[in-house]
């Protein structure tokens, strides 16, 4: 399987660039989740707000933007909703109508009932919530493909994309997607308020209960 092009089609408020899968982004797999790609956006030829770090992989999408939020931590969270509503209304606008599509609390993405990615946010180390933070970035993993050596059945808690009927469905793509509908849901977040963006992600909760642990919905 061919990777995908490493020019995005982007809008231009957007300064991607292309990492490598091995070596200057290692991925979410840690102990503080998604904090290595966030290392890596910071490393990257930064232009400010807008600055794109993305994997070219076959097996997996991953992205993150870098934001500069102009109100306090505490308020700035809710971008991670934001990139969560980014990211359903780009996989569903890409894949089959029917599949479902959720949340599962704080940042599993659940494609079919199965774990299938995960959301990121990040920030500068020791932050105070009412300061207003140097940087935000958010972003997210999804799995396109399982490995060739998995066998259907053997985990049936974890699925891909590819398995759920997202034939062809490239990084390139997705993560091109996945910032047109983010710049959109900040538009809508400017000059309509965090109603409508908390509303969206809590329609999209597998368990509705949960949204009293998560301060974004407080």
Do not use: K
Request: glycine share 10%.
């Amino acid at each position: 399987m061919a990777l995908p092009s490493r020019i995005l089609d982007l809008p231009g408020v957007f300064a991607p660039h292309a990492l490598r899968e091995a070596g200057d982004a290692p991925g979410f797999a840690l102990a503080e989740p998604g904090f290595a790609l966030a290392e890596a956006v910071a490393r990257a030829p930064r232009e400010g707000a807008g600055t794109l770090a993305w994997i070219c992989s076959a097996a997996r999408a991953e992205a993150a933007v870098v934001l500069e939020p102009e109100m306090p931590l505490r308020e700035a969270r809710l971008a991670r909703l934001v990139a969560g509503n980014a990211l359903i209304d780009a996989l569903g606008a890409l894949g089959p109508p029917e599949v479902p599509l959720a949340w599962r609390w704080p940042d599993g993405l659940l494609v079919n009932g199965a774990d299938c990615g995960r959301l990121l946010l990040a920030v500068p180390p020791g932050s105070a919530e009412a300061a207003v933070p140097e940087w935000l970035v958010v972003g997210f993993a999804v799995t396109l493909a399982l490995p060739a050596c998995h066998e259907p059945g053997h985990a049936p808690d974890r699925t891909s994309l590819a398995e759920e009927g997202f034939a062809g469905l490239d990084a390139a793509t997705l993560t091109a997607a996945w910032a047109r509908h983010l710049m959109a849901g900040l538009d809508r977040w400017a000059a309509e308020g965090r109603r409508r963006a908390q509303a969206d992600f809590q329609a999209r909760l597998a368990d509705p209960g949960t949204t009293s642990l998560w301060p974004e919905l407080a």
